[in-house]
Antibody, heavy 126, light 110 residues
Framework: QITLKESGPTLVKPTQTLTLTCTFSGFSLTTEGVGVAWIRQPPGKALEWLALVYWNDDKRYSPSLKSRLTITKDTSKNQVVLTMTNMDPVDTATYYC??????????????????WGQGTMVTVSS | QSALTQPASVSGSPGQSITISCTGTSSDIGKYKYVSWYQHHPGKAPKFLIYYVNKRPSGVSDRFSASKSGNTASLTISGLQAEDEADYYCNSYTSDSTWVFGGGTRLTVL
């Protein structure tokens, strides 16, 4: 059974750097085709894809946020960390991590975000 | 990368069918079959409903179906039930090698 859980501060000040950790179980981030993504949702707004790291350390970033984001993985700890610099009140959101796989259980193409964590709310305020 | 375009809201009565559209471009929906759909009840984790345009993960009701034509993907929910009331999001892989979500559609079951 795959599970993911986000952790990190609930409140950060403007201009600070946010560090969020996704701790997962039930899969390995060394398995070909597997990735972990970060996705956020500001209050009352839509989901926004932020970043993803693959098993082979290939990293992808939202073009609009690329300069502020860094995603890393620690396979020994089963964790993925997202850092976002220069936080602003508009970054107030629930931040989710999610499992991604090239393939479904039958080996056919998938590539969706099939399992999500419960999310962690981050407020940016002085 | 602009968000995919979805209607802000749709509604239907129990037992009816509704369709939610998701319009992108030739750089995302029009180019790839990596289109997925998610159901999101507020306060809960989003649920994976559809992948690779029209595939259902194990455990997802066959009342949910989807398709794609050109730059537009569609999600159809048949036999509407009260528990279907939620927000629905489409997602597509893009030519930037990234992903983009739609703006979300609030489904109201009347």
């Amino acid at each position: 059974q795959i599970t993911l859980k986000e952790s990190g501060p609930t409140l950060v000040k403007p201009t600070q750097t946010l560090t969020l950790t996704c701790t997962f179980s039930g899969f390995s981030l060394t398995t070909e085709g597997v990735g972990v993504a970060w996705i956020r949702q500001p209050p009352g707004k839509a989901l926004e894809w932020l970043a993803l790291v693959y098993w082979n350390d290939d990293k992808r970033y939202s073009p609009s946020l690329k300069s502020r984001l860094t995603i890393t993985k620690d396979t020994s700890k089963n964790q993925v960390v997202l850092t976002m610099t220069n936080m602003d009140p508009v970054d107030t959101a629930t931040y989710y991590c999610a499992h991604n796989d090239y393939y479904d259980t039958s080996g056919s193409p998938q590539d969706g975000f099939d399992i999500w964590g419960q999310g962690t709310m981050v407020t940016v305020s002085s | 990368q602009s968000a995919l375009t979805q209607p802000a809201s749709v509604s239907g009565s129990p037992g009816q069918s509704i369709t939610i559209s998701c319009t992108g471009t030739s750089s995302d929906i029009g180019k790839y079959k990596y289109v997925s759909w998610y159901q999101h009840h507020p306060g809960k984790a989003p649920k994976f409903l559809i992948y690779y345009v029209n595939k259902r993960p194990s455990g997802v009701s066959d009342r949910f179906s989807a398709s794609k034509s050109g730059n537009t993907a569609s999600l159809t929910i048949s036999g509407l039930q009260a528990e279907d009331e939620a927000d629905y999001y489409c997602n597509s892989y893009t030519s930037d090698s990234t992903w983009v979500f739609g703006g979300g559609t609030r489904l109201t079951v009347l």
